[in-house]
């Protein structure tokens, strides 16, 4: 089923899902724990994967933020498996009867979720183990017994996540979950995996029960004779005097060696055998997965402008064309945020020209944050969208040097660059921000160059943020290249990408902005006596 390939280990979930943190989900200490992928963690955090996160993220379930978040930082590779997504995110959206149903389905089980979870983390107090059992064992009731309530779903996808649910009903780990169960010497069983002859005592989730009442029974029954005069007054007394040391020591086992003793040899062993369930955990995951498809269809209400489920393919060569293409983040919070059309097929090297604060950044962060919810399944901020997938989304740009960096800046940016190169094949994504800083401007010139032509020559989509216009201009006399600048208005950026190279830094204007020209710095030595 698609969703095999979805499935992480549920004991990944309990190191990042814990009762105590605020917020419910940490997806910084997520993010340290992940390991890289087709997207390397600095390409992840220049295009800032946590606001992209937050602004996708309207999951109702801990594990479904985590499930949407992993993603992120896992894009797919597999065609079949976005298509499937995609196909699912579909129905849900022309199917108001089943997403009601589903987002019913989730609240259930994020009422109780926490409790399942600070069990599943042996975060609960071994003294007062019931409460949080008894509310894990209810969530685990609810997320099978509830799934049957989900109208008939079409989709392949989204039939497999639910059938995974209801398989973990037919597992004896679920049996032993909901009882009865058993403590043998090969640990807890359900009823049908122990015989009539296996030694075995019945766990039972209360104070009150396996051994609590029997000590006190005695006195109890001599105190209502000596109430109700029964038998002998005076012997009802003594017998009470005599056998009330069982109250003391019913509640002596019940308040403290009880709970103690069922943690140690019944509710630890329940909870390893739930995380060790491999349908325990495709079923938490399959819930999870549900949750992060309704995310998507939320995050597209919540756009006020056009979103798209892009078409993506899986040519030799990437490709990315979109007709009004806005950032995710910008577009939720900015309503005036200027959109641009981007054509990134068959042209090797993408030229992008223009001052500082002219958009250029954004431009490109907006086509990595696409191209990365393009490949989880998700919708885009577009009226248009074709994207192939990517085996590389990298994203290059300028960073300080530290002390362990022998060859300072220029050699850090360097091996960054070589990393990128080396990785790179003709169905990559990659963004430079300025190459070869940090050396003299016929250096800089010169392996530009070079690196540009091997690029050239795997023929990947690479986009090059540069403020140096003489290098494009190279590559346009020999036709090679696209060339997008920043398109200007009465001497103001409009954010719109157009063609050509722009040859103007603009940066008197920006320095007057900011209160930096020339004329400030004379009239700040002026009034202060130095000239």
Not at 190 to 206: D, I, L
Not at 218 to 231: D, S
Request: charge should be negative; aromatic fraction near 8%; glycine fraction near 6%.
């Amino acid at each position: 089923m698609y969703t095999d390939k979805l499935i992480i280990d549920l004991n990944f979930h309990n190191r990042i899902i814990e009762e105590d943190l605020e917020p419910p989900f940490d997806d910084k200490r997520m993010f340290d724990l992940l390991s890289e992928t087709i997207i390397d963690k600095r390409t992840l955090q220049l295009i800032e994967i946590h606001e992209l996160f937050k602004a996708i993220n309207h999951t109702t379930t801990l594990v479904g933020s985590a499930r949407l978040f992993h993603s992120l930082n896992t894009p797919i590779e597999s065609l079949e498996l976005i298509h499937a997504k995609q196909e699912a995110l579909r129905e849900l959206e022309s199917n108001d009867e089943l997403s009601s149903s589903l987002e019913e389905y989730l609240g259930l089980f994020a009422s109780e979720e926490k409790s399942l979870f600070r069990i599943l983390n042996a975060n609960h107090q071994p003294i007062f183990p019931y409460r949080d059992l008894n509310k894990a064992i209810h969530t685990i009731e609810t997320m099978e017994k509830a799934v049957d309530n989900i109208p008939k779903v079409e989709s392949i996808y989204l039939d497999s996540l639910i059938k995974l649910i209801q398989n973990f009903c037919k597992s004896s780990t679920y049996e032993v979950a909901m009882g009865p169960s058993f403590r043998t010497l090969g640990g807890i069983k359900a009823k049908s995996e122990k015989s009539f002859f296996t030694p075995s005592m019945r766990f039972r989730r209360g104070r009150l029960s396996g051994g609590t009442i029997g000590p006190a029974i005695p006195a109890i029954v001599f105190a209502i004779a000596w109430l109700t005069e029964a038998i002998n007054p005076v012997v009802a007394k003594s017998m009470v005097l005599l056998t009330g040391g069982g109250i003391m020591l019913g509640f002596l086992y019940g308040a403290l060696l009880k709970p103690m003793f069922d943690n140690e040899t019944a509710i630890l062993p329940l909870r390893k055998r739930l995380l060790d369930s491999n349908r325990f955990t495709s079923a938490v995951e399959a819930v999870a997965s549900i949750d992060e498809l309704l995310s998507f269809m939320r995050f597209r209400k919540s756009i006020p402008d056009t979103t798209v489920i892009p078409e993506v393919t899986d040519c030799e060569r990437h490709f990315f064309k979109a007709e009004a293409l806005k950032n995710p983040v910008s577009a939720i919070q900015l309503e005036d945020f200027v959109p641009n059309d981007v054509f990134l097929d068959q042209v090797g090297v993408t030229f992008i020209t223009g001052p500082n604060s002219g958009g250029k950044t954004t431009y490109c962060k907006t086509i990595a944050q696409s191209q990365l919810l393009a490949q989880i399944g998700a919708p885009i901020v577009a009226k248009s969208a074709k994207i192939n997938l990517a085996d590389h989304i990298s994203y290059q740009a300028p960073s300080f040097d530290s002390l362990n960096d022998l060859e300072g800046r220029f050699g850090t940016e360097l091996s960054t660059t070589k990393k990128i190169f080396f990785e790179a094949t003709p169905k990559s994504l990659v963004i430079l921000d300025e190459i070869a800083e940090g050396t003299t401007s016929h250096e800089r010139m010169e392996l530009s160059e070079v690196i540009l032509n091997g690029f050239l020559a795997k023929y990947n989509n690479t986009i090059l943020v540069t403020h140096s216009y003489e290098l494009a201009q190279t590559y346009r006399n020999l036709g090679k290249g696209q060339y997008r600048k920043v398109e200007f208005e009465n001497n103001r950026p409009t954010h719109r990408f157009i063609e050509g190279i722009s040859t103007e830094s603009h940066a008197m204007r920006v320095a007057r902005k900011i209160g930096f020209s020339p004329e400030d710095i004379k009239k700040h030595l002026e009034e202060n006596g130095y000239i």
